[in-house]
């Protein structure tokens, strides 16, 4: 979804080595390429404006950092490390009333050590935000890794939006929300789900998931579920998927097609190749 962000193509380049020089970069009005140099540490919620591209160059980290994308649009994240990132900042990166955002080739991550409300999400995609893309990024240690739709009681503003692809992904030492999927159109092929806790993959409030050429391992029986209170089920078409013993418990769905080519490795081979992508492995 999305295939048309671009960024901050056009514009400047810039490198920032302190939070305030990236702060002031992701905020400026315009495109804008800001290219991440070094370690920063904060504690601190930064808004990212329009038709920008944040690049994590090779050993670059954030800590605590939380980036918000709230009503904007084209906004590109690559090769990005964020870790640690307390819930009173929101999440890693979180994606509301947005569009055209892709999440590429980044390493997200906190702890299990705190209780799961100590942290937030990962990446949280809330709000109606549409034509959004997270691929090739590693997801671990962590309780709740993102949602796509924040509430049950959202479905007026939701329905009809959240369209995301998920793919190329490999969630580790994940406890839940692989993601979890509320009212909107999902699909996920080519990822990895590894050493699960409670959930994987769950579908909800008439969600409707593509999910195709993934594999689970050593994962909870919950590989693909539907809800476990009383909000309305979600749906998913499942296709080449070896759920490594967890189960399938969502309905099936009516998503068998989307709008865009890709390429499938087929699950025999979606566990190597992950493996090798996944994660901030880009030279920039």
Known sequence: MGSSTTGGAGGTTTTVSTLAQFTAAVQASGPAVVLVSGSLTGAVKVNVTS???????????????????????????RNLKSSKVLADYGDAVTVQKSTNIWIDSCDFSSDLDHDK??????????????????????????????????????????????????????????????????????????????????????????????????????SPIKGIFTNDSNVGPGYAVVRDIDLGGSSNLAPVGTLTSVPYSYTLLGSAKTKASVQATAGQKLAF
């Open 51 to 77: 038709n920008k591209s944040i690049i994590g160059k090779a050993g670059s980290s954030l800590t605590g950092i939380g980036l918000t994308i709230l009503g904007q649009s084209n906004v590109i994240i």
């Open 117 to 218: 409300d100590y942290y937030d999400g990962l990446v949280d995609i809330v709000h109606a935000s549409e034509w959004v893309t997270v691929s090739n990024t590693f997801f671990h240690d962590h309780w709740k890794a993102g949602l796509v739709g924040h509430s049950s009681s959202n479905s007026a503003e939701d329905s009809g939006h959240l369209h995301v692809t998920f793919y190329g992904n490999w969630y580790d030492n994940i406890n839940s929300r692989t993601p979890m999927y509320r009212f909107g159109t999902g699909h996920v092929f080519n990822s990895y789900f590894s050493n699960g806790g409670d959930t994987v993959i769950n579908t909800r409030d008439d969600a409707q998931m593509l999910i195709e050429s993934s594999v689970w391992e050593n």
